[in-house]
């Protein structure tokens, strides 16, 4: 039998539906690779669309025989070149009266969220990001779909060496999938092999064969299979990217449709580097300073 006491149905007008002061924030994959390429030809670009990079050839070498006047040698030097014809962007249009009724910053926090966007397209979008490039390296270890082993690693290392790659600013950007094969060997998780392990912190925690580590879901775009990627073993100057204008905000008001538009842009290029290779009067670049690792 009912004592009529004031319930949650009684009640139901005087109980409010509270919004929570802050916003949840999608997911952001990690963005960096644009940091690990390289970025020296920005300054260059300040205005123009292509900078050309010329190469500089070692000259070659002879030998004096008596009595015989020597030869003087020449090259013809090649270039290599970067493009900037890429302008990305993101637009919006937000009404005042929604700007004014929200209890959040409507047209501040998808101005944020730009940026994350449009970095994450320079880098890992399949046809105009960096990430479409390691497919197309000449130097290819491992298999799609497959763990990469210590094999594979070694033999991406053995490439760099064989072409006189710079033991300084190698990096290892790879896929969750691949970084995850790798915490299954102990010769990178093991304590033994290092001042410190990977089994505390669920990372490799030190260079992978002198390589710095990157892990960003970003690397698994390319193919745009399940289960399948492409991670670089490369050295910096291996591609090359230049910013030419940066995440810039540009806002106009639109009298018909009372709000504020704005549009977010980025403006850039990039390339896979050909580098002359150490021999003599060689006018053949090549890009022996990138390795490909297919894996899953």
């Not at 637009?91 to 047209?107: K, P, W």
């Not at 092999?193 to 002198?210: E, F, L, S």
Request: aromatic fraction near 10%; include cysteine.
């Amino acid at each position: 039998m009912g004592i009529n006491t004031v319930t949650v149905s009684t009640a139901a007008n005087w109980i409010p539906t509270k919004w929570a002061k802050e916003l949840e924030d999608a997911g952001e994959a990690w963005i960096g690779l644009s940091d690990l390429v390289d970025r020296r030809f920005e300054d260059d670009l300040t205005v123009g669309d292509v900078v050309n990079i010329p190469d500089r050839a070692n000259p070659a070498v002879r030998f004096k025989t008596a009595d015989t006047p020597g030869t003087y040698s020449n090259v013809t030097e090649t270039q290599d070149t970067l493009t900037v014809n890429l302008q990305g962007y993101v637009g919006f249009l937000v009404e005042d009266i929604a700007e004014i009724q929200s209890q959040y910053a409507v047209r501040a926090e998808y101005t944020q969220a730009a940026t994350y966007s449009l970095m994450s397209v320079v880098e890992g979008d399949l046809t105009s990001g960096l990430a479409s490039q390691p497919s197309d390296f000449s130097q290819l270890v491992g298999a799609l779909g497959s763990d990469p082993t210590t094999d594979n690693i070694i033999r991406a290392v053995q490439y760099l060496d064989d072409g006189d790659v710079p033991e300084t600013d190698r990096f290892f950007y790879m896929s969750p999938a691949t970084h995850a094969s790798l915490l299954k060997q102990d010769v990178f998780v093991s304590g033994d092999y290092g001042p410190t392990g990977a089994v505390a912190t669920g990372r490799i925690t030190k260079p992978v064969y002198g390589a710095t580590t990157h892990v960003s879901s970003l690397a698994s775009n390319n193919p745009s299979t399940s289960g399948q990627s492409y991670s670089w073993f490369c050295h910096k100057k291996g591609n090359v990217l230049a910013i030419q204008r940066g995440v810039t905000p540009h806002t106009q008001w639109e009298n018909l449709e009372i709000g504020w538009g704005v549009v977010c842009d980025i403006i850039y290029g990039f390339d896979e580097h050909l580098i002359l290779p150490r021999t003599l009067a060689s006018t053949t670049p090549d890009d022996r300073f990138n390795v490909g690792l297919r894996g899953p």
